[in-house]
C-alpha cells in the first residue's frame, strides 16, 4: 500500500478536528473534535509502524498508550465540564470569559450578565484546593433543610 | 532480526494506476470517515454529532484491520466507540443538550476557524505528499504470526513497554481519582 493514503488521511481528519476544536461552542463538541485529532495521530501511528516494521513495534505500543490516556482526557474532561455546566448553568466556551484579558470584568462579561449563578464563587475558587474548608459548612448547611 | 530500511524502497514501485484491492477499500473507508468527520463538527445537531463520531471511530477501526494491526484494531473498537461515545453522549445528557437543531452550535470565528483548517490541510498535505511520494508499505505476511495480531504486541508491550505500560496504570489510576473527586464536589455542592 502506498504510504501516502494513509498519511494524507491522517492530516485530513486532523485538520477536520482542528476546525471543530476551534468552530465548535459547546465543549462537548469540542471534546468529540478532540477525539478526531487524537485518532489521526494513532492513524499515522500505525501505518509507520506497517511501514518501518520495527522489531519493537514501537508504532502500535505507542498506539495503545495514546488509546489509554485519551479515554483517561475524555473522562476528566467530561467531568470538569459537568463540574462548569453545575456552576455555571452552561457549556458553552465563548461564555467562559473569567480568564480573559480586557474583554471586560468577569462580573460584566456578555454571558453573565443574563445568569445570577455569576454572581456566587467563580470556579477557579473552587478548584484551588479549599475543598474541605467549602465542603464543612456546605454539608452542615445541606443537613438543615434535610 | 528485520532490517530497519524498508524494503519496498528497493522493490519494483507499484505504481498509482495499479491499485491493488486493499488500497480501494482504503480509499472508500477514508472518504466515509472524512464525511464523518465533517458531519461531526459542522451539524447542527449535538446527538448527531456523537453518532457520526461512531461512524469516523468504527471506520478507523478497519482502517487499522487494512493496515494489519488486528489488536489495535478491537482495542479501537472497545474503547472509543464502546466507551468513549458513551461517555460522551452521557455528557450531552448531562449537560442538557437540546434535542433537535441548536442554532448556536457553531461559534462566531468559525470562519477563521475554516481558514486555519483549510491553511493547515494544504501546507501539510503538500509536505506530506512531497516527502513520502515514493514510499509503499509491505503488507505481506510471510510466516508467522501477523505483524499486529495480539500475540506479537503483547509480546513487544510486556516485554520492551513493561515500564511505560506500568507507568500509564499509574496513570489511569490517577485519572480515575480525579474524575471522582471532581464529581464528589459537585455533589456536595449541590446538598
Sequence with gaps: M???YPAVLAVLLFCVGLYGVLARRNAVLVLMAVEL???????????????????????????????????????????????????????????????SEGGGPSTGDPGGGSRE????????????????DQGVPESAAGRRPA | MNPVVPQPLAAGHPGFLSATGVEVVFLLVGLVILGAALVTVTTKQLVHAALWLVVALGGIAVEYLLLTAEFIAWVQVLIYVGSVVVLLLFGLMLTRAPIGRSPDADSGNRWVALTVALAAAATLVTVVIDAFRATWIDLEQRTGPGKGSSEVTGTALFRHWVLPFEALSVLLLAALVGAIVLSRRQKAGER
Design chain 1, 2 to 4: 502506498h504510504l501516502a
Design chain 1, 37 to 99: 485529532m487524537l485518532n489521526a495521530v494513532n492513524l499515522n501511528l500505525v501505518a509507520f509502524d506497517a511501514w518501518l516494521r520495527d522489531t519493537l513495534h514501537a508504532g502500535q505500543a505507542l498506539t495503545l498508550f495514546t488509546i489509554a490516556i485519551a479515554a483517561a482526557e475524555i473522562g476528566i474532561g467530561l467531568a470538569i465540564v459537568l463540574l462548569v455546566h453545575r456552576n455555571r448553568g452552561s457549556s458553552d466556551i465563548d461564555r467562559l470569559r473569567d480568564l
Design chain 1, 117 to 132: 449563578e455569576t454572581s456566587v464563587t467563580p470556579a477557579t475558587d473552587n478548584d484551588t484546593g479549599n475543598g474541605p
